[in-house]
């Protein structure tokens, strides 16, 4: 079981940056054994895949709105995840959300890009 707490949300003028980070208590194994995202859902819409990353960050992936603007990475020595955002735009403005998936198949999570496990969400918004 894991457990997760995102922060590092707020509000942030278009091409303004900001970094979200988000903590992982894997109770009976360690942070290492997951793989860890974020998705987000902007307002009215359905939740996206963002960003994703392996066990012990040697492999990444983005969706293709954030590439080159955003970067995913982890310390599992802290227990944490962290995305830096730059180049904020509007459509940006979305609840941020960590997801965790226990094992290292890397390939068989690219198919699905699927968590079992959420934070709470962090708030995103940026003006124009």
């Known amino acids: 079981q894991v457990f997760l707490v995102e922060s590092g949300g707020g509000l942030v003028q278009a091409g303004g940056s900001l970094r979200l980070a988000c903590s992982v208590a894997a109770h009976t194994s360690t942070s290492s054994n997951y793989i860890l995202g974020w998705y987000r859902q902007p307002p009215g819409k359905e939740r996206e895949f963002v960003a994703g990353?392996?066990?012990?960050?040697?492999?990444?992936e983005y969706a293709d709105s954030v590439k080159g603007r955003f970067a995913i990475s982890r310390d599992n020595r802290r227990d944490m995840m962290y995305l830096q955002m730059n180049d904020l735009k509007p459509e940006d403005t979305a609840v941020y959300y960590c997801?965790?998936?226990?094992?290292?198949?890397?390939?068989?999570?690219?198919?699905?890009?699927?968590?079992?496990?959420w934070g709470q969400g962090t708030q995103v918004t940026v003006s124009s």
């Open positions: 997801g965790a998936r226990e094992g290292s198949d890397w390939e068989s999570w690219q198919r699905n890009k699927a968590f079992g496990s």
């Open positions: 990353i392996s066990g012990l960050g040697y492999y990444t």
